[in-house]
């Protein structure tokens, strides 16, 4: 039976053009250097890099509102909005721009399209003259009708003066004061379209461009050491537009004491606090002390507050022959009586002849979706307008 040898040992010194200890030594020192020396070289490469990246931010030259080309492109192929077109030219086969009410629309960005175009571009001042523009002469526009049709051209267009502002890197105060108009413009539509046909508003998209805005905008109060006169009004709204958010929360928390006690961010977090408490009486008490604008940004949450306060009371007050006066529901619901009676039937909750509201646990049904309307309960909000313009609510007068 063969057996295996162990393989032989053979020490450095007996291989082949071994090194000696110094030599090892010696050779290890010099891989470390190279080591070192390639990651300086990466360094200084990677510092050229964000230096070159500096350096090649575009900058528009563009100082119209729409760019020269992109109006002959589009006059080419018939694809001017009515509200840009050359009055008198309407009804003609291809009507022609005008260079002084047309806007610049948004694009999707597509392969060897370049988007960096400086005279494609518009510098920060053009992009906030644009949006002065789309509020004052479209979205506030006594004349322009429909508004649902008014929203979409300016949505759009908003769009496009994002996406100039990101290619460009806008800081300071003029990307600020894109972004508050901007904000304001979404919440008051997010108020005013709310209950509109999918096709014509989509509340989802509504959202995420608002909550884009929104959060660019505090970012851009956070990141300065400058003062923001209009800071206040946006962190409320923030917290208002996400009540229940522990983000949110979060970030008001961590604002400096002297601004996070300010009436309307104190008024914001108590209005939170009862949200998260599933408190609706609270809530709504404290909704009445809101201004226009906070309003809409809370809008959406009262239906909410709504059915909690009943599906509450339909366990309270669940009893054969316990009795809840109407007219006390209809002050805490903050609703006139024939919509509470209709809020309560939706729920499945009885209301007798006598205005009488009967509670019963059982008895509590959540409505299908669709049958219950958000627009019908906005008293609160429109009760607020009076006699507010478009133009005074997204300048920031509410």
Not at 168 to 197: H, K, M, N, W
Not at 336 to 349: A, E, N, P, R
Request: aromatic share 8%.
């Amino acid at each position: 039976m063969s057996r295996r040898r162990a393989p032989r040992r053979i020490s450095h010194s007996q291989r082949r053009d071994a090194p000696t200890g110094g030599e090892w030594r010696q050779r290890n020192q010099e891989q470390w250097r190279g080591t070192d020396k390639a990651w300086v070289r990466r360094e200084v490469v990677c510092e050229r890099h964000e230096q070159q990246g500096k350096e090649t931010v575009p900058r528009g030259t563009c100082q119209t509102m729409c760019p020269a080309h992109e109006l002959r492109v589009r006059e080419t192929q018939n694809c001017l909005h009515r509200f840009e077109m050359l009055a008198g030219t309407e009804t003609d086969r291809r009507p022609s721009g005008d260079s002084l009410r047309a806007v610049k629309e948004y694009s999707r960005p597509a392969a060897g399209k370049d988007a960096t175009n400086p005279t494609d571009l518009r510098p920060p001042a053009v992009l906030l003259k644009t949006v002065c523009y789309l509020i004052d002469d479209i979205a506030a526009s006594t004349n322009l009708h429909p508004w649902t049709e008014v929203y979409g051209f300016v949505f759009d267009r908003l769009r496009g003066v994002r996406q100039d502002m990101i290619i460009q890197r806008v800081s300071g105060s003029d990307c600020v004061l894109i972004l508050e108009r901007t904000v304001r413009f979404l919440i008051y539509a997010s108020y005013r379209l709310c209950g509109e046909p999918l096709r014509l508003y989509d509340p989802r998209i509504n959202d995420t461009h608002l909550q884009e805005n929104l959060s660019w905008l505090l970012d851009c109060y956070t990141a300065g050491t400058e003062q923001h006169p209009n800071q206040e009004e946006f962190e409320a709204l923030g917290l208002l537009y996400n009540l229940g958010s522990s983000r949110a929360v979060r970030h008001i928390m961590e604002l400096p004491e002297q601004l996070r006690s300010t009436p309307s961010i104190s008024l914001a977090l108590s209005i939170n606090r009862a949200f998260l408490e599933r408190n609706p009486v609270r809530l709504l008490r404290f909704a009445q002390r809101l201004n226009f604008l906070q309003s809409c940004a809370l809008h959406r949450h009262l239906v909410t507050s709504r059915r909690d306060l009943l599906h509450i009371f339909s366990h309270g007050y669940s009893s054969r022959n316990c009795r809840f006066p109407l007219d006390r529901l209809a002050q805490l619901l903050f609703l006139d009586k024939s919509l509470t009676v209709q809020l309560c039937m939706s729920y499945g909750v009885a209301v007798t002849q006598d205005d009488q509201v009967v509670f019963s646990k059982t008895a509590f049904t959540e409505p299908e979706q669709g049958k219950l309307h958000c627009k019908l309960y906005h008293n609160i909000v429109a009760e607020k307008q009076r006699d507010l313009t478009v133009r005074s609510i997204i300048d920031g007068c509410s």
